[in-house]
């Protein structure tokens, strides 16, 4: 016990719960069950109601040092930007993993991510493939799959190309279930943008991420992400909210890459998007006014 308060672990996980005891010791055990073990798993509760919890206590009692529960100083809910913004803020390691509640890790993972950043320290980040995770769910009825890399794998990109593609939606995004950062990366760049609450949140810190740092791109399944109707992601889609998300996004990024005194091109690169994104939604509402 005296060991692991002490010494500072090489990786530091962290998971955000609000109300999700449903998935969330199977998120733990992800964890635990890695093959590499120098890490700490900070579990922020964002306001929780149900017994996350009470599920975290239990696993700090049995691997104290190891995991640890926070939350706001308010024990609110302030978001998810916010709550893993309270875990950076504890971390420790010279790496940073976040994995969402519902979602887990393959054996793998930290192993090695932690072997190609160790091999190349001029790396911000890393990521690879994740699997859309359908068959999660006996009664599914969708196959698992995987969103295209939208780059060749196993390779190193310099900025900024990655930010560039992932603007023009042709590359995928590195989520946040699968991503390995350095923790100097964060603390030069700063963490998520707690005023997005929701959609686009991860992309407050990649974007920033893939404008101004090396990345590595590997081919290899690292995660999976759960699909079902109570995500984020899925209650965004339901309620055609996703195209306004993301312009709110492109305004924002607008801002931080002028204030971050990013190139002329990744602003080019910003404005263009933006501006046929406001285009496209603004023709959408005007077919929809004249159809009513």
């Keep these: 016990m005296a060991d692991h308060a002490c010494r500072e672990p090489r990786v530091t996980a ?15 055990d992800s964890v635990v069950g890695q093959s590499f073990t120098d890490w700490e798993l900070l579990v922020v509760d964002d306001g929780s109601t149900d017994r ?12 104290p040092g190891k995991v640890r529960l926070l939350s706001h100083p308010d024990k609110g809910n302030h ?13 420790r ?3 940073v993993a976040f994995l969402d509640a519902d979602d887990t890790w393959l054996p793998e993972k930290l192993s090695e991510q932690v072997c190609i950043m160790e091999s190349d320290p001029a790396l911000g980040l890393i990521y690879g493939r994740t699997l859309i995770w359908h068959s999660w ?6 196959a698992d799959y995987y969103y295209p890399l939208g780059v060749e794998p196993n390779a190193r990109y310099d900025p900024p190309v990655l930010l560039e593609l992932l603007l023009q939606n042709q590359a995928q995004t590195p989520t946040t279930c699968n991503a390995l950062m350095r923790s100097s990366l964060l603390a030069t760049l700063g963490g998520f943008e707690n005023s997005f609450r929701l959609m686009f949140e991860d992309q407050t810190f990649f974007a920033k991420a893939l404008a101004f740092a090396p990345v590595y791109v590997s081919g290899q399944t690292w995660a999976r992400y759960r699909q ?8 965004s889609a339901r309620v055609g909210a996703d195209e306004a998300a993301r312009i709110t996004f492109l ?8 204030d971050q005194g990013a190139s002329f091109r990744i602003r080019s690169a910003i ?18 006014r004249l159809q009513r």
């Design 271 to 288: 404005w263009k998007v933006l501006a046929r994104e406001t285009w496209k939604t603004s023709k959408r509402s005007i077919v929809r």
């Design 251 to 258: 305004r924002w990024l607008n801002g931080v890459m002028a």
């Design 137 to 142: 769910a006996k009664l599914a009825g969708r």
């Design 79 to 91: 978001g998810i930007s916010a709550s893993r913004n309270r875990g950076l803020a504890e971390a």
């Design 93 to 95: 390691g010279a790496y």
């Design 14 to 28: 962290i998971i955000v719960v609000f109300n999700g005891e449903r998935y969330l010791r199977e998120a733990i």
């Design 228 to 235: 079902h109707v109570e995500s984020c992601s899925a209650a």
């Design 52 to 63: 996350s919890s009470v599920i975290v206590r239990d696993y700090a009692q049995r691997l």
